[in-house]
């Protein structure tokens, strides 16, 4: 048996298998990089060594000190995660030649499946049906085009070496092709070091369906079932479930053996997963569906499957690579409920998707979905409704953790399961809905929308459902009103005690400005709300400031007075800094004579100017910051004394 791990990866997936270590009583090495030196994954494993720079090149990708590390450190055995080496069969050869157990299937196996033109061949010999196209044994351009024609367009180019959703070009017309086609050899060459490209026909309605199997050295193979991993955004996958929606028992099976018999053909050991491509423009069928790839890891989608039947996948690798078979049989395994899983990344959708870094200063996502309570202040009324359903989190950082630029911006996994699909996706779509990040922005709004929209309830997906949805699932969210009253009494309610001399008259005041990273709100609190399972948000409140998390945005409100007091401005005369920033400007000097609404002092936070206001006639007694100077969140900026009366 394995006393000791190493884990040559980081994130999520790292943790993750750090805690099924943990659990059979393995001790557990991590590798790190600079930019990681105080990751999650480090603190999490008993042991951590450094292997190099932030670049992956440089670190997650050096084989040989990954190599050193386990020998140092006495580990028996690497786990390679998935991404970085996990795929790269020169890596595990390397592994077992330095006598260390590699916690996947066998380097040939690795490598029958690394091209996808031998692996279609493989499989046409194994029987297993495969996408209709060409296999590019003459790659002259004119010969391509030929096939293309002959399939019929729309055709789909593929690199035969890609992955990632690299290297594919639809052509929908003859007219695109060569262009099309130098395109994708341009781009398989520089990113895979391999221009050769394959033909296949483009499948219309096309649904990703996968299956995961399991091989030990006994050679026994079983599956666990599918998944539809349909919903995707440029070839990637963004929500992911188990089983998949309308697929009956016939071709379940037929899916289900055809992948068993894709792993016997290259005498599958470990955890592995089997991608088809289905037809579904008349539901699933299974003369419909087609072998497309297979990822000889384990995938990160897993824990859906891990859901629905109860078994841990990693616990099943770490046996099977110390030589155990297989702990269950295939009747052994069925199908319990709906897993649903969505993957939050660091990235604004409303910009683009652009990735978004930073320090994670809130981080808070939520595993158990809160009873809903369905409340209209107005009348008074109040329920509470129960949503059944598990949530599971799988993330590799933490409230305080920096998101670098160095890595996948995929910063944390959100699962639900429950009975129904219906149930998982509305559970799902709660969590992802309370997932509290600020002020590094992520795609859990365009979680949510896609969650709750209709046509996904009702299980109509297919790879190009988010394109076609876009305008629906890709927004700028505002904050409603409603939301702002909730926060500007919160405000009151937490802040003010704290903030000496913050006298706001309720009965004269109705109005409080809210400012958010980039804009500033006007909020009524005395206004009545109600809010209902739709509407649902979580509030946090410290000295300073609200969070507000509405549908998977988050913003974070520090109240400003509407009455010629600058923000944070104390009774007192204490201007405090409302969020740490750099001060761009001062307008005072000390001992300076000062009117109310004369400006002291120009504050720049998060790409915004903040001018700070004198809130009454005095004279400037204080001023303990200079231009250019960093100023923390509630320090003190300015002091005016008021003048007497
Ligand atoms: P596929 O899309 O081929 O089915 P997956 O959806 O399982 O594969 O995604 C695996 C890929 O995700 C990896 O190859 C890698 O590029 C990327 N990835 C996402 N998160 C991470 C991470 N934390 N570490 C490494 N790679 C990651
Ligand atoms: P990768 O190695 O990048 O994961 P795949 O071959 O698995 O490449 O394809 C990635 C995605 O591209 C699939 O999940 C599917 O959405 C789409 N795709 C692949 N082949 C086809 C096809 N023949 N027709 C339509 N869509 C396809
Ligand atoms: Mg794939």
């Excluded at 399991?214 to 992911?240: M, T």
């Excluded at 790839?293 to 078994?311: A, D, F, K, Y």
């Excluded at 009545?528 to 609200?546: C, F, I, K, R, T």
Aim: aromatic residues 6%; charged residues 25%.
């Amino acid at each position: 048996m394995i006393t000791r791990l190493l884990i040559a990866n980081r994130g999520e997936i790292a943790c993750r298998v750090m805690r099924t270590a943990r659990r059979m009583g393995i001790a557990t090495v991590a590798v790190y990089s600079d930019a990681d030196a105080h990751a999650l994954h480090v603190r999490q494993a008993d042991e951590a060594v450094h292997i190099g720079p932030s670049p992956a090149r440089e670190s997650y990708l050096q084989g040989d000190r990954i190599i050193a590390a386990a020998k140092e450190t006495g580990a028996q055995a690497i786990h390679p995660g998935y991404g970085f080496l996990s795929e790269n069969a020169d890596f595990a050869q390397a592994v077992l030649d330095a006598g260390l157990i590699w916690i996947g299937p066998k380097p040939d196996s690795i490598r029958a499946m690394g091209l996808k033109d031998a692996a279609k061949k493989l499989m046409q010999d194994a029987g297993v049906p495969t996408t209709p196209g060409y296999l590019g044994e003459d790659q002259t351009p004119e010969t391509l085009k030929e096939k293309a024609d002959a399939i019929g367009y729309p055709v789909l180019i593929k690199a035969v070496a890609g992955g990632g959703g690299k290297g594919m070009r639809r052509v929908d017309a003859a007219g695109d092709f060569m262009d099309a086609l130098a395109s994708c050899k341009r781009e398989a060459a520089s990113s895979f070091g391999d221009d050769r490209v394959l033909i296949e026909k483009y499948i219309l309605s096309p649904r990703h369906i996968e299956v995961q199997v399991f091989g030990d050295a006994h050679g026994n193979v079983v599956h666990l079932f599918e998944r539809d991993c349909s919903l995707q955004r440029r070839h990637q996958k963004v929500i992911e479930e188990a089983p998949a929606p309308g697929m009956d028992e016939e071709t379940r099976e037929s899916v289900c053996a055809a992948a068993v018999r894709a792993a016997k053909a290259v005498d599958y050991e470990g955890a592995g997963t089997i991608e088809f491509i289905a037809d579904a423009s008349e539901g699933l069928r299974s003369d419909r569906i087609w072998f497309m790839e297979m990822n000889t890891r384990l995938q990160v989608e897993h824990p859906v499957t891990e859901e629905i039947t109860g078994v841990d996948l990693v616990e099943w690798q770490l046996r099977v690579a110390a030589g155990e078979p297989i702990p269950v049989q295939q009747e052994d395994l069925s199908i319990n409920g709906w897993a649903m899983e969505a993957r939050l990344y660091a990235e604004d959708p409303a910009k683009g998707f652009l990735p978004s870094t930073g320090t994670l200063e809130r981080f808070n996502l939520p595993a158990a979905i809160r009873p809903l309570r369905y409340r209209a202040e107005r009348s008074g009324t109040r329920t509470q409704l129960d949503l059944p359903g598990e949530g599971r989190i799988e993330t590799g950082v933490e409230q305080g953790s920096e998101i670098s630029p160095f890595y996948d911006p995929m910063i944390a996994k959100i699962v639900c399961h429950s009975d129904t699909r219906q149930a998982a996706a509305l559970g799902l779509a709660h969590l992802v809905s309370d997932a509290e990040v600020w002020p590094v922005r992520t795609n859990a709004g365009f979680l949510w929308a896609l969650l709750v929209d209709p046509d996904f309830m009702g299980g109509k997906v297919h790879t190009g459902f988010i394109d076609q949805h876009h305008d629906d699932v890709v927004f700028a969210m505002n904050p409603p009103e409603w939301l702002l009253t909730l926060a500007a009494r919160h405000q009151l309610a937490d802040v003010q005690p704290k903030l000496a001399g913050f006298r706001l008259n309720t009965s004269r005041h109705t109005d409080v400005q809210l400012m958010d990273r980039d804009d500033s709100f006007t909020a009524n609190f005395a206004a009545e709300v109600s809010y209902d399972q739709e509407n649902y948000p979580v509030l946090h409140a410290d000295h300073n400031a609200v969070w507000a998390t509405l549908n998977g945005k988050t913003w974070r409100f520090v109240a400003a007075r509407t009455d010629g007091g600058g923000a944070g401005a104390a009774g007192d005369g204490a201007i405090l800094s409302p969020m740490p920033g750099k001060i761009i400007a001062v307008e005072v000097a000390e001992g300076d004579t000062v009117t109310k609404g004369q400006k002291l002092v120009t504050l720049e936070a998060m790409k915004m100017e903040h001018t700070l206001t004198a809130p009454f006639d005095g004279t400037v007694s204080e001023l303990p910051v200079a231009k250019d100077g960093q100023v923390s969140e509630g320090s003190l900026l300015v002091r005016v004394e008021a003048a007497e009366e």
